[in-house]
Nanobody, 115 residues
Framework: VQLQASGGGLVQPGGSLRLSCAASVSGFSIYVMGWYREGPGKPRELVADISSGGSTTYADSVKGRFTISRSSAKNTVYLQMNSLDPEDTAVYLC??????????WGKGTLVTVSS
């Protein structure tokens, strides 16, 4: 399994970014796709995830600002991030959870929110 993330970068407070993560899979189905993040001096936290049925989970800190979506046909998950705050600065890591219960991670993409 290979996960290719893109879309990180530098943005000013209040700005927006869209992250994408495409998964190359073979021989099994993806159950959940999502994003964690690791901020400076902070533990890894779940940002958002989405199941194959479309159910979503969000961290309280991003509710109302971030939207996760997914293209099952493309095995791609997206994270639209609006109203970004310096506290959102982190390495964002995408993951997939297969129907067999195995979790795979992509390489992180850095999001920096700064003026």
């Amino acid at each position: 399994v290979q996960l290719q993330a893109s879309g990180g970068g530098l943005v000013q407070p209040g700005g927006s970014l869209r992250l994408s993560c495409a998964a190359s899979v073979s021989g099994f189905s993806i159950y959940v796709m999502g994003w964690y993040r690791e901020g400076p001096g902070k533990p890894r936290e779940l940002v958002a995830d989405i199941s194959s049925g479309g159910s979503t989970t969000y961290a309280d800190s991003v509710k109302g600002r971030f939207t996760i979506s997914r293209s099952s046909a493309k095995n791609t998950v997206y994270l639209q991030m609006n109203s970004l705050d310096p506290e959102d600065t982190a390495v964002y890591l995408c993951f997939v959870l297969t129907d067999g219960g195995i979790r795979y991670w992509g390489k992180g993409t850095l999001v920096t929110v700064s003026s």
